[in-house]
């Protein structure tokens, strides 16, 4: 089981910024990290994901131009820079994990859903406006 720890959550108003983050606790090799978020009552969401290991970050429709995903592979850490900040962002976000051999880069495939994969706590982000 892949432990991470998330941080970086706050409250903003629109259009302000947060950075997220999340740390692995330790090198886990190459697989696939992204952010995930939710509201009460909905389904968690996909926002972006990457390959540790190269390849362009797959974002949601919604947060692209405005969120961007980045992993620092001495440190395990995968961050969330959240710029232009819209209330619709308000949620809980959480940092996902899948170091299965062949997994998928991409915020929409349904394999993030499956029981393999590993999750944060999750961090709040409340965006006031």
């Known amino acids: 089981q892949v432990q991470l720890v998330e941080s970086g959550g706050g409250s903003v108003r629109t259009g302000g910024s947060l950075n997220l983050t999340c740390t692995a606790a330790?090198?886990?090799?190459?697989?696939?990290m992204g952010w995930f978020r939710q509201v009460p009552g909905r389904e968690r969401e996909g926002v972006a994901v990457l390959f540790t290991h190269g390849g362009n970050p797959s974002y949601a429709d919604s947060v692209k131009g405005r969120f961007t995903v980045s992993h620092e592979y001495a440190k395990n850490t995968l961050y969330l820079q959240m710029n232009s900040l819209k209330p619709d962002d308000s949620g809980t976000y959480y940092c996902?994990?899948?170091?299965?051999?062949?997994?998928?880069?991409?915020?929409?495939?349904?394999?993030?859903?499956?029981?393999?994969?590993?999750w944060g706590q999750g961090t709040q982000v409340t965006v006031s406006s």
């Open positions: 330790k090198y886990y090799g190459a697989g696939c």
């Open positions: 996902a994990a899948d170091f299965r051999f062949g997994c998928r880069a991409l915020v929409t495939s349904p394999a993030w859903m499956d029981d393999q994969i590993d």
